[in-house]
């Protein structure tokens, strides 16, 4: 098991950037997956981005080209940078190892328009 504690959310205009962070307990070079996922008022949570261990990286088609997941192993921590931010972004952000962690606070991103 392993818990995660989401930040960087914010207020932020539309076009804006911002990043997130998810840090870990313990180290994440073996957890096989990381995951972002959100979930907007009134919709069902929605997987964001993912990477594993074996290079692979998948996003929602709605965030190719603006989002990107990474992970810095030293530090135990996974990013998301999320630039050219829309209106639509708006949402709870959670980090996920699936199978390993509990669903976290999140952290809440705003994208005025």
């Known amino acids: 098991q392993v818990q995660l504690v989401e930040s960087g959310g914010g207020l932020v205009q539309a076009g804006g950037s911002l990043r997130l962070s998810c840090a870990a307990s313990r180290t994440i070079s073996s957890i096989n997956t990381m995951a972002w996922y959100r979930q907007a008022p009134g919709k069902q949570r929605e997987l964001v981005a993912l990477?594993?261990?074996?290079?692979?990286?998948n996003y929602a088609d709605s965030v190719k080209g603006r989002f990107t997941i990474s992970r810095d192993n030293a530090k135990n921590t996974v990013y998301l940078q999320m630039n050219n931010l829309k209106a639509e972004d708006t949402a709870v952000y959670y980090c996920k190892a699936p199978g390993l962690s509990a669903w976290g606070q999140g952290t809440q991103v705003t994208v005025s328009s």
């Open positions: 990477s594993t261990t074996g290079g692979m990286i």
